[in-house]
């Protein structure tokens, strides 16, 4: 089946989430690219393919989606040694470029 080139996908945020910043723009923790499809670093540690993000953390007191995996990594790899979370919670933070500016190109209607 050949594609139209519209491909279309619904995701669920919280209505106090700020609005997705266009791309190159500081990140506010909107949550779009982690509603839409898991990073890497969630490909590779939590073996997710597609569809939201298990790491996406809502946090009400802030209005922002934060990623679980840079905050408590402990809690979604459960091997993960407690003295090793400084060092992983750094390459995720690089490897998401976390609070940097947005990625995404998804488009919002």
């Known amino acids: ?3 139209s ?7 669920w945020l919280q209505p106090e989430a700020p609005p997705k910043p266009k791309a190159g723009q ?3 923790g909107c949550g779009v690219c982690c509603a ?4 890497p ?6 073996w997710q393919w597609r569809g939201r993000c298990r790491a996406l953390e809502w946090h009400a007191e802030v209005r922002q989606y934060r ?7 402990a809690h979604y790899l459960l091997l993960l040694p407690y003295r090793g979370e400084p060092l992983f919670q750094r390459w995720v933070r690089r490897s ?4 940097v500016a947005c990625d995404s190109s998804a488009e919002l209607h």
């Open 41 to 46: 670093v969630s490909r590779i540690f939590l």
């Open 67 to 73: 990623c679980g995996m840079l905050l408590r990594p």
């Open 26 to 28: 500081n990140c506010n």
């Open 36 to 39: 839409a499809s898991p990073c």
């Open 5 to 11: 080139g519209t491909d279309h996908q619904v995701i």
């Open 1 to 3: 089946m050949k594609s």
């Open 96 to 99: 998401i470029a976390a609070d």
